[in-house]
């Protein structure tokens, strides 16, 4: 058994692939990439054959028509046979001497002591921006031992991307229900969902994953995400259901979950209010209606919240004044 399956979701990535997978081969040993063609119509099928064809033993290619980035990971996961599972996008790329600790990692692990969870560290690799915001979690996370939720506390926004995870497989194909298709944003649903059943957690203090932002194109870029905000708010509606039902206070995860929800509705908070039509606003109300209908003791820990004041800013001036703390923020952090 190979110790790490990466699933390397793809749709017309042939400007992009080769970076991609390159990148992945210095592991090759102990790797199982996994490309998932998702219905492309430029020469990614050609390019990933290719790849097969040099390195049977490690890469395997999966054809199939187009089902969206949680369809194609939905298929990888059913293929995967490593010991550890990690998503990596076709245009992003992970740093190789990262690859090579994580993997020694991995080998080092006896059974019996293996994390549900490893957490590494990602960089936003922004087009145009030579200062590259590096995500880490050095000061609240213990490096280099396993550990669980209840040691930890994360502060006020920050949270685990996909990006920043890997998850035993097994704990996946037990835990993790099927992503959404067609949807975009199912990466939160995928970072979400299997949370309650991870007790077992370990921090490699790695920049491992490259994560390439910036294009006018992708799905992250705000105007898309404007455009697409009815798929946002359904990833939203989807974690809200989630922890209602499952996480709630019956797991050791449950708070750090809220918090995380707490920055997803905020998210889709702050892209409602940046195209404050009637309908949009209405949508606005309806979400917060929704939690507090559903859960009120939620309700009432996201809506007191310094996010949930801060997207609850009265009139004109409070919008104005969310969405100016929203535009500082990215620019702190980098995001897109």
């Keep these: ?66 089902r969206g980035h949680g369809g ?68 609240f996370l213990p490096q280099d031992q396993s550990f669980n939720w209840r040691d930890v506390k994360f502060p006020i926004g920050k949270y685990l991307l996909m990006h920043s995870l890997i998850y035993k497989t097994s704990l996946l194909k ?64 989807e974690m809200i259901n989630y922890y209602t039902i499952i996480a709630k206070e019956r797991c050791s995860a449950a708070k750090y979950m809220r918090q995380f929800l707490e920055i997803i509705t905020s998210v889709s908070s702050v892209l409602l209010l940046k195209q404050p039509t009637a309908e949009n606003l209405v949508k606005k109300r309806q979400l917060w209606r929704y939690i507090r209908e559903n859960d009120n003791r939620l309700y009432q820990k996201l809506r007191l919240s310094l996010l949930g004041q801060a997207v609850h800013l009265p009139g004109q001036f409070g919008r104005r004044t969310t969405i100016g703390v929203y535009k500082v923020c990215k620019k702190v952090y980098g995001f897109n």
């Design 1 to 66: 058994m190979k110790n790490l399956t990466i699933i390397v979701p793809c749709f017309n990535s042939e400007d992009y692939l080769s970076r991609c997978i390159d990148s992945l081969l210095i592991g090759e040993e102990a790797l199982e990439i996994l490309i998932v063609n998702d219905g492309s119509t430029d020469r990614t099928a050609e390019l990933a054959e290719a790849y097969k064809k040099r390195f049977p033993k490690t890469i395997h290619v999966i054809h199939q028509p187009n």
């Design 72 to 139: 194609a990971i939905n298929t990888g996961l059913r293929a995967a046979t490593g010991r550890y599972l990690k998503v990596v996008d076709s245009d992003d790329w992970v740093d190789q001497t990262s690859l090579l600790k994580l993997i020694e990692t991995l080998q080092q692990l006896s059974e019996g002591e293996e994390p549900d969870l490893l957490v590494n560290n990602y960089v936003y690799e922004k087009q145009g921006v030579r200062r590259k915001k590096t995500v880490q979690y050095t000061t």
């Design 174 to 237: 037990e835990h993790l229900p099927p992503l959404p298709e067609h949807t975009f944003y199912v990466d939160n649903l995928f970072a979400f969902w299997p949370l309650p059943f991870t007790e077992k957690i370990y921090y490699l203090n790695i920049d491992l994953y490259r994560y390439f932002i910036g294009r006018s194109d992708q799905s992250v870029n705000e105007e898309i995400m404007i455009k697409r905000i009815d798929q946002q708010l359904s990833v939203n509606y």
